[in-house]
Every structure is written in structure tokens, then in C-alpha cells.
């Protein structure tokens, strides 16, 4: 058979997104309900991590033989991963939304302490859940991911990084199978969005302290994670695909700030040596904010070998206690 010529760029992949309306295990196919995240680099489906596979050395034999390798698509998992420089606000909303359960992400994005999540099962509508499309050049090889929940999203911004703007970074999950194939959904067009660039020059406010009398930082990058895991549970169909999502495990909310060491934030170390509650204000108040109400600073660690002056790093958890917020973030 003669060599194949083509050649694919990896620029001509992309990545479409899209909040499934479709109950669990039936993927969205409405071309208007996605976004695509112009990320720099797609990133592939982890096809190994999840996959069931064995290795059986039988008895009256020292190497394995071709049937001693087993491999099935039953009962096996599946991840995306993504990094994104934001560029379009619908794109970033829907990341919130489906990492907190809140569905009204166009005005502020929060969860509380005494949170409950939401049912995940096959062909149930509760939840939030996601449809992914890889579009890949090649003929009939496009990837349709869905029915999957987001475990866990970063949003960060750092000076000395793609000009300080926000990035979006995060892993998917589902029980279900990979459709490989034509998909024309995307084909038709998808939604347009709103350019949504915020940078770390955009946060004016920069505050942590107790909440009545916050003091000022001077900040180089700040990052801010959630992480929300999911476990398939049961089989169902010929497939042997989930009968569910569990999603009982710690739903967390964590992340570090790098600020210059002085008078202000030299009091931080006080404050996390002592366990003390304080809370974190970060943005600009009304298109971009992180207003973190209650958190615990688990660190700090002075940074000595730069030139721009001693700096400090504190990492911090987000606590909450009944109806308190754990977070509340304004994206829009």
C-alpha cells in the first residue's frame, strides 16, 4: 500500500462545547447551544487512563500469549483535558455553571457549605453535564464526548503569562463511550460569543484580611481552583456504559496568591499560624471578581531570587458553614 501524503496541523482541531439539554447518555446535537473554545492546542480524550485492561500469566508458560491481553471499553472511563485563554464570556459561563450546579451564571456564580449535589443518572435531566465535540480534520474522525461532568476548573492570571490574561484550565469526565465519526452538529455554525478578555491588570481590588478592614496587596498572579469529583457507578446497556455519576466526594475550592512581602502581607504568616478565618477580594467588582469570604491561608513561603523585590506566595481553602458562600465569583 503507497505511503499517505496528507499531513494534519494541529491548528486544524477544534474544540466545541455545549450544557447538554439532553437527559444523561444522549448527547446534544443542537448546533446553537455550543461555543468553541479556541484553546492554542486541543488536547486528545485520555483513551488509556480510564480503559479496562488485564494481563493474565497463566500456568505451563513464562511469556504472555496474544489471549492473555484483555482490553474492554465496558465499564471504562474517560477524561478531556483543556487549557484556554478566555476569549468569549458564554464559553467561561458555562465552565461555572457546570462546575457549581448555579445555572444562573450570567450574574454571579456561587455554592454553599451545606450544598447537596445533584442526581446523576442515566436518562434523568438533573445535573449539570456537558457535550463535547473534537472537529478533526481528518474524514469521520470526529470525537463526541457527552454526557460529561467537570471535575475540577482553574482560573488563573499571572503577569509573566499570556499577558496576564485569564486562563481556563480543567479535566472532563464521563462513563460513556466515545462516538468516533462524522459529526455535523458543529458543522452549521455555533453560537457567537461575547469577547470577554480580562486580564490581572483589569482586578483593581486585591485585598485579603479580616473582611472589615482588608488591607491592599501588590499582586503578580493569582489562581483559584475548583474541584468537584465524579466516580461512575453500575452498567447499563450492551455497552456495559454508567448507570450514574457519584458525586459525594470533598467539593473544594482552593488557591495561591504571589503578592510582594511587606508591611501588608507580612501579617498573613500571623494569621495562618494561627488557623485564623480572613477573606480574599479580588477583581474589579463587577465583570470580573472573586469574593472569597471565608478562608484559611495553608502557607507561605517568601521567594527570594527576584530581581522585582522579595515576594510571597499564600495558598489558601475556602471555607464555608451552613448557607455561608463558599465562593462567589461575577463573570460576565
Known sequence: MAINTSVYSPKQFSLYLAIQDENMGTAETTSADFVKLDVVNVTDVDWVGGLVQDRTLRSGQQVFHP????????GATKELSFEWVVSGEEGLQKLLQLISEDTSPTVTVSTAGNRTPAVYAHGAGTGEYATLIISNPYAAEDRTYHS?????LTLSMDAGSNGGRLVASGTF????TITIGTSTTVDSGTAAQTAFVKTLYDCTTKNCGTASSEVDLVCRSFEFTINYPAVRIGYQGGSGECEGYSRSGQYSANGNMSVKYDANSKVVLTDMLAGSEK?????????INFDLLQV??????????EEAGTFVDIPFECVADGSEALYTIIAT
Request: no cysteine; aromatic share 20%; glycine share 12%.
Open 296 to 305: 484559611v491561608y495553608t502557607g507561605y513561603a517568601l521567594n527570594f531570587d
Open 279 to 287: 477573606s480574599i477580594n479580588f477583581g474589579d467588582g463587577s465583570a
Open 67 to 74: 489471549n492473555d491481553h484483555y482490553v474492554s471499553e465496558k
Open 148 to 152: 460529561a461532568v467537570l471535575t475540577s
Open 173 to 176: 469526565y464521563t462513563g460513556y
